[in-house]
Structure formats: structure tokens, C-alpha cells
């Protein structure tokens, strides 16, 4: 049967100047939608799931027009809670080989950030799924939002849904009074399989040392958490903005374990590429036995994203199988 | 000599679909920089003033690129302030005969609105000023921003700078704790020329009588405020999004002065047309010698402004009084 | 309660020159979905209502491109059938005032023309519908079509939903071996609702005389068809192809009703006003308590329309209502 | 048989700013080819005459971009010349309502500019031709230019082939020396059809009154020049830019004749609309055996490219004779 | 003098994505038209040669469409038909590194696919050809395609011109009841330039084996088909679809040789190579002495063209002998 | 304190088809304005130097458009001289891979060109200048321009300004009559900082051989031009249109000394890296107090050029830093 896929988080409109342009250049901005759970959820509806996010948007015709992009992508939408105030967004300006990417968030006080436990009831939400994911960006918005998070992982594991979550060290999103020291562990305790860098975990556990391994950091994060079953990470090489190396690697509770590194040597657009990791390893997770296949297909969907314009990655379970199976030439399909 | 005109206010980032698009259309945002008085003085800088603007911008790209966009207008941008927080932004849905436009205003918590008097040293930025102009919005803002309006106009004032207001009710942007009533009247006081409304007079000041004439409600305030000189403006009639007529007006002090009506029968961005209208009373004011032409170089500024894209009037002194001077044909120039 | 309308029948790629390019100077087409059918439910949707629509579309990423097109303006479309087989195409340039717009139909051998009653389980797809509607399109399109409409208005039948249909005479579509003569009495029938014009009524059914009043063919038509509830029709007034005027009239059976006269003055795209008028017309009647409200409020539908790109009434029942109400100045909403 | 027509003139690169944007504003410029005419050619090919063009382009890739131009709008290019030197351009802002267009020339020293009799064959390019055009705007360009058209009209009378000339006062273009007033007499003493005004020949002839009736001006014109067999022109009335009137009137030797007067009431591009009257009246005298249908013909395809992007009128005889015939409905042709 | 080829097949209007979007991204579709015929025809036009082209298009405004591109791509275009009927179409979705580009034919009951040998007077068309050229597709389409094929083979065959056929194996496009293995033959009979692959030629006249040398199979088709002058192929590497190396060899007939591999780092539009190829073979062969140089023309043709956007070769004999010079450098011309 | 640069030359309007299309494609051009002198005063202000530019523009819209292009980009355009004549203009069509772009110059005749030395005030100019900087292309356009080039260096040195040239050989520019051997000694004499080449070195001054090492050109020039203080040049390796690498060199007037080599693996703009270079090493000789870390700075600054679209280097200090230090990584700024 096909499999269900919950997610929460904020989506925010992204806002980038065509083409190669600097923001000094724009008479026009590109316009899509992206935030790092949705993308995830997106992606899976791609590869044949079903999904549907929970965020809350203004509101307004933008509010809508949000709940579009996402309806457009398959996802479930029905419930998106709106409210007041504005929509979350980020600025985008794309870079080429040494040059940087640059992007600039506008998403204090947006109407996710206002978010309140009360307002999404999870036993509902969560009916029928079979997995629900989550960020570390969600709890570092807002103490509404890390709470809402927390109930939505907990009613998970009540009901018996498989929850991910990926996690990373972004300090300085933390703004409203509590450390990630003290918010992540509740939330991490609860979760299933671990996405996160052996910064990450140091950073946010106190575990390990930084630039140590990861497997030791990963084994580590499994011995304070025993709920866990997997920590899983990828190594990323970033040659230059246009060429990037990528590959999947995988505590798996028992044996460390590396996907085939895969060469993206003409970058479209990296936002949104751990996204498509995420969503690869989920969707690998429920539909293959063994751990391997799961992280070489996480890994196969992560390098296609590259090559996909916006934050999400539309590729089919076929491209990324082909690429899986060791086809990188990217022939024609006629 | 060239007569140099300073303003004061917010500059948002506008952002709307192409065309006759709407909201849930858009794959892609036009986009431009306006604000009520940066409009003002963009147009009197095609109409061959000097014109330098101030207001507070993030220190960003973006804040950069609205400084750009003022820059390549002609503006003076020598006394813009950067810091923190975002720009203030509208989006804006163009609507078209029965349809209204649509305009979403994000702009709380923004750079411009945390602006603080002390930020400014108005005796330097005033230095070879003939004029300064402000708008009712900019103390609708916040405290800090009618702070330093107010400090603004009396400089002028103490400097000999001829001051301009155009104000009108619009109550519902007045959040941060002062209401219009309370507001207002210092900075009128200290105003010389009133751009204003019946409804305008009436909801602030309590003058008048809602629905009664324009030049009664004109004498009430004059009365009220003995530095006032003139109190100018508008009537328009919108017969549809795309076809408006406007015809200038003015108390003179002595009497009431009428301009010919201006039918605009093909509207192609309606945004700004009152910020023509101001800048033309400014230019015509300072370059003609009697009331009725430099309210006819209003009226025909604002119904030009009607036909240019954008939120500001880019025609020249030569378009305008040709207008003026009864030549409604739109003849191509070669 | 919210109510939910269901409809039938086939949606076509739109590929447009920009603006108004003719054909022969386009470098790319502007890429929209519509057909008449899917057209009202979209509009009904926008109106706050449900809305599903059932269709084929062949197996492939253009198949996909175009539910997504449905989902993303709030359809459900669990009940689109997939199938070999090309998506039916309409070519349109844009004309103005003297110039007519042209349209070139690719539609024979599309996916939709070959469904196949069995392939729809109607009475799964009507539960906890409202209303069903159809068009004179589909059974013109192929034999299946046509006994698919007619199981589909049968279902409806049975299960007390309301039938509406908009029926003209477009004799040139019906290739397939049937006329319109032999085929349309059946559904026609077993509607209740019925929107059609003189000529309509004329050549399909042979009733009344060309030329001839709407009020008598209707009264024909009712007294042919018991079932018939309502006969709806609009006067059309093609001043240019950039001025047009609507007025909605019907004969309820007891009486004969016209809506205000409404002149839309600049068209923006003039496809799809008819199925916005049909909208208005559902939406009227189900929120309406009297036939003369429901009438203004499709006649406003249907000139908003015409202010709206592509072929949908992406407006609100605010927008139209206020211009029910008579306000016809399409001010600005801030 | 099918008609055939050779014009001779300049073609420039057109570059204008997208839709309504001003110069200042453009980040980019539409692009198109056309010269007077080039125009007639191009539109008389829609009309289904076979049409070519002798003009000069400088030999490199843009030259080569002009040629194709020509060549996709059915123009035979055989007897195009290529030299060194840069191609003729001007720049359009195009205008609204009371806004005018705004055009800037830069073709001095272009490649057509430096044209030498020598460089065509006249009997060769005339040869199988039925018509041959000319415009007063060659011979103010150049010597050469002038000096080329002369042989082309005295080939022309030579060879049996009816020759029509567009002539207008375009005092300011004349700058190599000599003056309209010594050029144009030998061109137009030996043509067979004069488009021009009251004004054109008052200020080139030294006929008439300025300001006196056209028909008086025309009448003198041709005692003047016995050859000439017919005098037409047309009132245009600028109600503003984005709205027009057009009607064409002509003396025929015998009588003075009027069109019905055509109203564009919203102007897509006003340019080459001259030369659509000049070429629906080549194809009108040609086609027609009396010279009101012809009349009407012309006045109806000038009307018609008010609605036609770019220089030329891309309509056909059915488009035409469609409104000639009253329909100015402009309704959807499917 | 110049050389002129004649060339027969259907041409496709050609939609694709701007970009790199998917189609479930595109709001609008990049237009230009192609066909593996008449891509080599226009190829030929830019390398200097006369080309004309015989294909059937809809009797309608995109058939006219279709026909001005193939005149501004320089083409001869005097012996397009026009019937009922749509225009073939194909999707083109562009791929990026491991991302295949995607293609959705949809060009069954094209008005191409209708043609009968009857519709074209081959003597007529191929007066003063010097060359004519065929592919595998155009027997694949209908009875009537390849019928009329083998006429204009044979017909070049009686009038001494060359005859050159592109011919590989595309098993899926053959519906119409005939087999490859029946009709190729007696095409490839009266054919002097193969232009094929180890697998084509084994899939199609089962000579050779899969997988075994192309020398081996073209000598083995050569000794079948006694007429056949040389059998030319490439060998293509996808490193990925960004990056691909392209390398020509021939079987003179006497011997084996292989032209210098040329590496496109960067690839812009992989289609239409194949078809450069042929065209650079053709221009190689008629304006060379020795097979090799002929050979390193059509590499060098090849690879240019994976930098030019649409379906042909718009490059000039000088960029390909440059290349073929060993200038890689790209050196910006000046 | 804020280093100011003056510089001088001609700035041309540059069009060029959109993306990789070719001439013959374009139905549009994208608009930017350049020019090797004023490129390096933009650059220059992008990392946060004042900057003013002295040109001649017509004294029309595309002038006034051109100087707000200026205005934008930070420079100060108070001396900007305006007259008739036309704006110099090039067009540029981008090559990828092995297909080189194509550039077209059309400014003979242009504004700039028809400079007189008595236009400028340079003292005035200058004023409170660090910098002055100059092009060979400037004494080539026109005896008036050379002489006014001549006028401000020998003010600057005056001035106790320091003056660079960057100059190179082109031939081909040289049309008013005199030879670059003529004029050149007399500039390069007054000039502190030489960038130029072997070649350059050799054919202007007759210096070195052809062919023969950088360094020794360098030295011999010094010894000719005592003022020199370091020559300065760049390696170039053009791999392909698409891939090029960079190498900073300078001979200190001590030693030889070369910047680590910049690999640009995907180029996005070629044009004005040789300008980005120049404005590097002003910025980095003003800034640093070492040659080798000015010489980086410079390479850098060049490297990142490559990924910036159009003429000009819009990149920050932070970013050429970054690069210096070795972090070629490219990685997203948050």
C-alpha cells in the first residue's frame, strides 16, 4: 500500500533573481516556495508517496497562493492552519563556481513563528500515516513551534509512526530564549532515525569531538538515545558552487556504512539538496529490506536534486534508481 | 537656480506579478522600490530638481539594492541610514476595470520604522534645501519615525525651507500606541501647504463635515493652523480600475481654484498618481508665479503618472505642460 | 455547510503567444489548462466552494502537469483516469478592438475523447455531492463521452443531486457518427438547470425561431423537458473585441428575468466567460434564496471574468458582490 | 495570377523597451525590424501578394538577422546588398492615453545610407513585377538614395509597372546637401499613385494652402504632374495615444471619395500604420474594380494594425474585408 | 558554385520548459520547430549551401508558423504542402549532469504522417540539386511517408543526384503495419552515403553483431548494397548529459578512419546533433577532396552544435574549421 | 579614509541575445551598459571606493539612461558631458565551449568620439582624487579623445594623482590617422602603473620580441618610461569559451612575481574580467602594503568576474578576500 508521510515546518516564499543575476541586477525576482519539511514531503510525493504538511501561513492571497504551491505538489494540505501575519521568506541570489551563493532571511514574526500547540490536533493529523518528519530549524523559530514539534513526535511514537528527524547546528536561528542545548534532546529522544553531521551532534549533545569521525559521534548519539535506530549524514565536498561531490554514509546500529560517492559537476541548484537526502533515505527506509540500498538511494536522490531548479526535488523513483544503478550518463528518455 | 527638494519617509520593496496577473498566477514578482515621499522626489527629479531622499534601510544586499534603485532615479542618497531588521514591502495584485487591485502591505518591525530622531542631523541634510516634503503615513509608522518628522519640519521651518504635507486618514496603519488625532496637528502646524481631503480634514482634525465641500473644510483648517497657506486637493473620479479622471484643486487662502478635469481613459499603473500629483503642485509652485498653473501641472502630473509603470512619474517639464497646455493627442515623438 | 460540485468532461493544454503576439511572432507560448467544465469548478472553488473534477489525461509528465494545474486551484482530483493517448490542445492569439482572437483546436484522438463509461464509478464519485454539472461539449467530443455524461447525470438523478448544463449548438465538433439532435434530448432531460440561448434551442431541439425571443424557447424547452427547472441564457454585446457587454436573463419558469447590463471596458481575456457565468449561476442559486440575486450574481461573475487571464474566474465572492452591489469603481484594496 | 511587388528602402532594428516601460526603466529591448517600406512589402505578403525588397545591410551577423526578418515575413531577399557599415535603428518607448511615444533615431551612416545606383539592376528586380513602392523617406536619406529610387521609378515606367509613392514633409531628415524641394518633383512626376497630405504638398509642391482642403491640394497636384492617376490620404484623429481615429479619403481625378471612419479605441502599436493604409491600398486598386473598395480596403487594414505589435500588418484579406464589411465585433474566430 | 541539397521529412513545432524546469514547472513553453531533415537542410543553409525542404504542414496559422521558420532559417520553402490535419509536436524537457532530458512525441495523424507520393512532383523539386537526404524516421511515420520517400530516392537516383540516408533503429516508431526489416531496404538499396551504427545496422538488415565493430557491419551493409559509397557513424561518450565527447569515423570503403574526439564540457542542447553531423558530412563531402577532412568537418559540426539552442546548427564554415583546426579556445571574436 | 578613483572613457550600450542565443535567434536583447574604464570605477565602487566617470553621452533619453546605468552602480556621473551624436553601442553574442562569442562594435561616430579637450575641467575633476585610471582604447577612438586622455594624466601628475594604464594592442582601432606607435609613448611616459602584455608591449613600443617572456617586455619598458612603477599582466589560459584560467604577473620594477593560478571551471560572463583585474590591483595597491597580496587581490578579483553578468565586477571585498585566502568552495552565505 502506498505509504504516508507527515511533516511540519515553516514554508517560506523564496524570492531570487533570474538566472545568475546579483540582487543588485533584479527587476524580477523568481518565485517558488520552500522550507526544509515540506521540501521533504514534496519530494516523497514525487517518488509516488502520499504527504501532507502542517505549517501555518497569513491569512491573505499570499497565504493562499502558498497553499497552492504546495497542492500543486501533491501534498495534503487540508490542514494548514491561517492567521495573522506574514509569510516567512528568504532571498536567494545564486553563485557560480567561486563565487557564493548569498541568502537573506525575512522570517521574524512570520505567522508559522506564531504558532501554538493548540492549534493542530496530531491524532488526527497522523491518522493513517506511516512516518512523520521533522527539522532542527522548527524548534529554533519559536517556543510555540518547538512545542507543537514535541507534540507531534509524541503522538507519533502513541500511534506508532516511524519519525526522522534532521538536525542540525544553526545557533544563531535561536533567538527566543532557549538554548538548542536544552530544547533538541526531548525532542531527539523521541525520534526513530537521525540525520545529522558530526558537528551537529557535538555542537548540540556535547558528544564526540568536532572533526572527529562520524561513526563515533553517531554511535555515541545511539547510546545517549536508545529509541534511535539510525544516525545518518553525508559527506559533501563542495569543489566550487558548481561542482559538488556527495555521498551518503550511515550508523546503522550495528556497522558504519558509505553510498558510492556521486560527482555533480554542473550544479542547477543546491538549496534544498539535504532535503532530497532526507526524503531518499525515508523513502528508501519503507520500501527496501536492507540498509544499503536505502542509503545509496538517499544518496542518488540527493545528487539529482542538484540538477532541479527551486528547493524541491520533482525526480521520479525511475531517475533515481537509474542513477543507483550506476547510470550517470543522462541519456535522453524518449 | 535649480531648487532641491528633500523628503523623508519609508521606501518599500514592491513586488507584483506581471501583468494583469493575479497572486496565485505568479511564477515570477515584478520588481521596483516606492514610498509616498521618495516618489515625490523621484518625480520632481525628472522634472530637472534636485532631490535627495531620506529614510533608514537594512544593511544588506537588499537595503543596497533599494539605495540603487533611488540612485539611478536622480536621487540624492548621500543620508540614507543602514542597520538591522528587514525593508519594508507591498505586494501588489493590478486589478482591471470591475476588478479592484489588490495591495498586501508587510512593513511592521521594519529598518524604516525603527529609524530613532537621533539618527539623523536634519540641520546638514536641510543645507541648500528649497522644500521639504512629508507625508501623513511616515508618523502613522512608529513613535520614532513621527519624532523625527516632526524634528524635520522644524528645522525647516527654523531654516526657512518651505514645508509641504500630504496627509490623509488612514487610520487603520496607526498600531504603535499615539493616535492621528494626537499626532498630527504639531506637525501641520508647522506645515505651509496641505495636501488634503475633505474626509482627510474632517477624520483628523474634526473639521468640517463629512461629505461637505472641500474649500469649506480647506478655510476650517487655515483657520486652525494660520501658518498653512494653501490647502490643495484632489477630486478623482473612478469610473474603473482602468479609467479615472482627476481634476486639481485649491483654498488659495483667498479663494477656490479649480483645474480642468483629465480623463484617463486607459489606466496603466494607478499606484503613485497622488505622489505625482504632490510632486507637480512642488514643481509648479517654486517654477510658476500664479495658483492656477501650478495646479494645472499637478493635475496634468497626476494624470500622466497614470500611464507610467512603477509607483513614480518619470515624465519630463515638456510632457507635462504639454498636457497643460490642452494637447491631450499622446502624438509620437520623434 | 460547504458545498460540493462535481463536472465532467475535457481539460486541454492552452499554449498562447504573449500578450497580444499573433502566432506567427511568437517565440514561446504561455502555457495554461482549461475546458469548459473544469473552468466552472475551478471558479466555484475560488467562490469557497468544493469542487471536483473527473477527466482522462494521458499516462505521461503533460497528463501529470495538468492535474497538477487542477490540484493547484483547489480541485480534487482523485478521480482523473490515466490512459495512453495525447492531451487534447487549444491554440489561442489574442485579438483587440477590430481584430478578432483566433483559436485552433487540437483535440481528435485526445486521451478524454476515448473514455469509456466503465471507467468512472459514479455513484463513488458523486457522494456527498451538491450539484453535478455538464456541457454541450462533452457529448460532442466521442461516443464514450456522451455515455459517460449521460450515466454520470443519471447517477446524479438517483442520488437527488442538482443537474445543471450549458448546452449550444457547435455543430461542427460532432464527428463521431451521432448529431447533436439524437444525442442531446436524453441529457438534457434529466436536467435541471439548463443554460443555453435562442439558437441553442433552436437548432438542437428544432424549438421556436431563430432570431426569436429567449423567454418563448425557453418556455418551450421547459415544456418539452419537465424536469427543467430554470432556462438561463446571457445577452452578449461584442462592441469590439476589447469592449464587451453581459447581461444574464432567465425564465424561472414563471417569469421572465434580466440582470443589470454590465459594460467591461478593457477585456483582458475574454475565454472562459461563460463558464463563469455558469459558476455564478451555481453558486447563486445554492447560496441565493431568489432568482434575481443568483442571476446578478452570475452576470457580475462573468464580466470580472473578462479582467482575469487564462480561461478561470480566480475571483471572490467579495469581488463579486461588490460589484452586484453596484460598485463598479475597481478601487483599490489595501 | 498572383500579384507581385517590389519595394525599395531602409529597414532599421527597432528596439523598444517591453510593454509600457520607459527607456530608463528598460533592463532589456523587444526586437523587431521595419522601415516604411519594407512595411508595405511585408504586410501586402500576408495579404497573399508575392512581395520583395531591395535594401542594403551591413555584412555581418546582424545583417544577416535583418534579412531573416524579412525572409520569415515572406519578403523575397535575392536582391538584398550587403557593405560595410552599421544598420539603421531607432528606438520606440511607446505611450498611453495622454503619455506620448517617444522615437529615436540613429541612422546615419547606416549601410543604406551609403547606397550607389550602381549597386542594383533595376530590370532584373523589377522583372515579373506588377507594382513598384517608394516612400518620401529615401530620397531625404542619402544622394545615393535618392538618386537609386529615381532609376528604380524611371525602370519601372519603362517596364510597363504601376508605381505608387507615400510621400510626407519630413523637413529635419534632410541633411546631405539637398532639398526635398529639388528632389522630390522628378520622383513624383513619374508616378502613378500619390499618397500624401494637405500639408506633404504644401510644404514639398508649394501647392495649395496649408490648412485648405486635401482634396483642392490633390487636384493641383495632379495638373502638376499629369502622370499621377490618383491622390489619397487619410484624416487620423489622436484622440490620445491609445486611441484613434482613421478614414481614408482620395481623389480620384474625378471625385473626391471618403471611407467610413474607423474608431481603435485601444491602440497595441500605432507605428507602420501608414504604411498598412499604403499597402491595403496597393492590394485594394489591384483587386478591386472601383476605387471606394479600395478606399475602404485601405482604411480598414490601417485600423487594423492598431492592434498588431510591431511595424507590420500581419492580418489577412479575411481579417480585412471582415471589418470592411461593418464587423467590428472582433469576435472569437475558432 | 553553390551547392544545393534537397531535403524531405516532417518538421515538429518543438515546446520545451525555459531552462532547466521541469514540465510540472513551466507556465510557458520555449517554441522553435524541427525535424531531423530539415535540420540538416538548415544546418547546410548555414554552412553557405542552398537548401530547400519538402514536408506537409496544417492548413492553418501554426503550419504558416512552421513554414516562416524554415524561410528565416534560410530554407526553400516553395514545396511545403498544406493540408488538413494537426502539426506534430514533441515535449522537450532539458536535462542536467545524471538528470535525462525527457521527450513526449506527439505526432500521430500529423499532417506530415498523411502525405501521399502523388502530393510532390520529385522531378520538379529536385531540379538543380546537387544532393538529397533522408532519414530512418520518415519511413517509420506512415505507408505514405515512405512511399513517397522511395520515390525521391529514386527519382535523385535517375537525375544523378547523391543520395545520403541517416538511418538507425528505432523499433517503437513503426506502427503502421509495416516491419523496418521490409521497407529499409529497398531504401537503403538506391542510398550512396550510409550514415548508421553497428546496432542500426544490425537491428535493421541483420548484418553483423551487437556489440561487434562498426568497420565490420558497414563493410558487410556495403557489400549487400552494392550502391552504398561509404558508411559513416559516431561514436558518442555521455559522461553525463552536461558533458559529452563526440568522435566520427567512416568506413571509406577501402578503409577505416576515425576523426579526432572533440569533449563538449558544457553542453547547451543536445539535439540536433546527430543531425549536424549528417549536415557537416554532407557539406564535407561536397567541398573536400579526401574522406578525413570531410570527416573532421562533421565532428566539428557535431560538437558545435551541442552549444547552439534548438535543433540546428546555426554556425558558419568558418567556426567549424577552426575547430577543426584544433582552436578549442572559444576566443571571443571580435 | 574612502580612496576615490577618476576615470575616463567611452561607455557603450550593450545588447546581446538572452542566454547562449545566437544573433539570428534574438527577439530580444538584454540591456547593460560597459566600457573598460568605467567598468574598473564600478568595480572599484562595489568594493567600497568612491568613484566618479567622465564621459560624453547624446543629450537624449538613452544618454540620460546610460548615466542613471552609472548612477546606480555607485559611480558619480556630475561630469558627464552631454551633446548630440549617438551612444556608442555593442553588440555581444555569448559562445560556450568551443563556439566563440561574437562581438560587433558600432561606435564610430559615437558621442564619446567627438570629445574635446576643452569639454573637461580636470582640475576640477580630479579633485580630491587618489586615482586616475586610463585604457589604450581611449587615444584610439579619436584624436579628441587622446588628447583629452593626454590633458588628464598630465593633471593628474600634477595633481600628485597616481595615473595607470591599462593598454593593449588593437590595430584595427586606430582610424582617425594617427598610429598607436605615434601616440601612446607621450601617455604611457606620465603613467605609474602599467598593465599590459608581451604582445602589447612589443607591437606598441617595439620593445622585446614577440613571443618572449612577460618579464623582460617589463623591464625594458621601465627603462624607457623611468616614471613606471610596475608593469603588470595576466596569463590567460582559454581551455575553452566556457573554462578559462587566470594567472596574475607583475614585474615590481625588483622582481618577478606571479598570483596563484584561478581555475574558472563554468564561466558566466567573459566580458570586463580583464577590467575587474584592473580595478583589483588598484584596489589592492592602495590597500595592501605588499605587491604579491595586491597581485592576488587582483587575480581574484578577476576569477570572480568570470561569474558575474555583464560588464562589471559586482563583488565585495569579502568575496575577492575569501578566494585570496584559498576558499574556492563557493559555499551558500546565510
Not at 40 to 56: E, F, N
Not at 221 to 250: W, Y
Request: glycine content about 12%.
Amino acid at each position: 500500500m502506498t505509504k504516508k508521510l507527515i511533516t511540519f515546518g515553516e514554508v517560506m516564499m523564496r524570492l531570487s533573481p533570474p538566472g545568475y543575476s546579483k540582487f543588485s541586477q533584479a527587476t524580477s525576482f523568481d518565485l517558488v516556495y520552500g522550507g526544509g519539511e515540506a521540501n521533504v514531503a514534496i519530494s516523497c510525493g514525487y517518488l509516488g508517496m502520499k504527504a501532507a504538511h502542517v505549517t501555518r501561513f497569513p491569512d491573505n492571497a499570499l497565504g493562499k497562493a502558498a497553499t497552492q504551491f504546495l497542492r500543486k505538489h501533491w501534498l495534503g494540505t487540508a490542514n494548514v492552519i491561517y492567521g495573522d501575519d506574514m509569510l516567512g521568506k528568504y532571498f536567494l541570489e545564486k553563485g557560480a563556481v567561486h563565487r557564493p551563493s548569498e541568502v537573506i532571511y525575512e522570517r521574524e514574526g512570520s505567522a508559522f513563528s506564531l504558532i501554538k500547540p493548540e492549534m493542530v490536533n496530531w491524532e488526527e493529523v497522523l491518522e493513517g500515516a506511516d512516518w512523520f518528519h521533522w527539522t532542527g530549524i522548527t524548534p529554533a523559530i519559536s517556543e510555540g513551534a518547538a512545542m507543537c514539534c514535541l507534540e507531534a513526535i509524541k503522538t507519533a511514537n502513541k500511534m506508532g509512526i516511524k519519525v526522522s528527524g534532521d538536525i542540525n547546528s544553526r545557533k544563531n536561528m535561536w533567538k527566543y530564549g532557549k538554548t538548542m542545548q536544552e530544547v533538541m534532546p526531548e525532542l531527539v529522544k523521541n525520534t526513530d532515525i537521525v540525520i545529522s553531521s558530526n558537528r551537529g551532534i557535538h555542537e548540540i549533545f556535547g558528544l564526540g569531538e568536532l572533526g572527529g569521525g562520524f561513526s563515533g559521534s553517531a554511535k555515541l548519539l545511539m547510546e545517549k538515545f536508545p529509541r534511535i535506530d539510525k544516525v545518518v549524514g553525508k559527506t559533501r565536498k563542495s569543489i566550487s558552487a558548481s561542482h559538488q561531490q556527495i555521498q551518503g554514509k550511515m550508523w546503522t546500529g550495528k556497522k558504519f556504512i558509505k553510498a558510492e560517492t556521486l560527482d555533480v559537476t554542473h550544479v542547477i541548484d543546491r538549496v534544498g539538496t539535504g532535503d532530497a537526502f532526507a526524503s531518499g533515505l525515508i523513502y528508501g527506509l519503507l520500501h527496501y529490506d536492507n540498509d544499503m540500498d536505502a542509503l545509496n538511494f538517499a544518496t542518488a536522490a540527493c545528487a539529482l536534486k542538484h540538477t532541479v531548479e527551486g528547493d524541491v526535488n520533482m525526480v521520479s523513483v525511475e531517475n533515481v534508481t537509474s542513477l543507483m544503478g550506476g547510470n550517470t550518463s543522462g541519456k535522453i528518455k524518449r
